[in-house]
């Protein structure tokens, strides 16, 4: 029953500590609605402004990709470790249990195939499904430089427009078509137009030279796409080097799961993302928790 009758006086005003008003710790974020920074702040950790996004979305254009044959038993193992899955809805309803309380990047643009010209992709979900999924934010790719440019980036800001009425973020993901140049250059054109028109973050391959200047340049988080499979080591360093280099995050894919240790290697990622390990550390953290997981299995 409400206090109707004795109703206690209101006293504890603490009017000698004036109201905290906390920055929002994301770059570029600080002028979001509470339901933007709060789905951002689920998929980058607050205390680091980092991420490990695994990229598991592979399928939606090339079917059961090498290490995604059976998500069900190679991946779900290593969802405790990400900070974040980036998937389809299929994937998502048929294979990750809904108790899980993991951030989920949902891709959202789709209708080619490897077949194909990959870059004639449409907006393949809509927004009620994003909302009836619960997700924190939706992966629009974008072929800046491909044959359709101009209508992949009208599906980002779509989605951007459409995600902005009920507070879901858009990633935007450049796409690099097999004959063009993957240099700073080109990335600063692509990573800032996805910006400009309102990408909430952006994902970006990484470049050996220049990458400081498309993170400079970019007025939103980047996160470094892994991209086709290396050795482990290598891989270990370009993520480092991203993230030292400003990048806010990975968003990795193979080169996790098609690791000779998968679990061995997310943990060797987070080390050098969220803990700013060395990769020389990060590859020795690979092989102890590699070799040990040949006689128990990694929790
Ligand atoms: C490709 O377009 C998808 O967005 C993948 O999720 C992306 O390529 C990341 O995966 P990987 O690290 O394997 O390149």
Redesign the pocket.
Known sequence: MADMDDIKEAKRFYTDIPQKTDGFFLKGSGALDWGMKNRLARIFNPETGRTVML????G??QGP?TGLERIDITILPLVPYADTL?LTRGILRTIVPPSTSKSIVL?VSGGASILKELSNEDIAVDIEESIRLNVCAM?V?VFIGGEYERQSIINMTRMVDIGARYGIPTLA?T?VGKDMVRDAKYFRLAVRICAELGAHYV?S?YIDEGFETVTASCPVPIVM?????IPELDALTMAYNAVQQGAAG?????????SEAPTAMIHAVRAVVHGDETPKHAFDLYNTLKDESKTAPLR
């Open positions: 990229a598991i979305d592979h939606y254009f990709t980036m891709r992966a790719q993901v796409a994902k391959y796409a892994g991209g086709k499979k990975v968003d990795m894919g193979r080169n996790i799961f098609q």
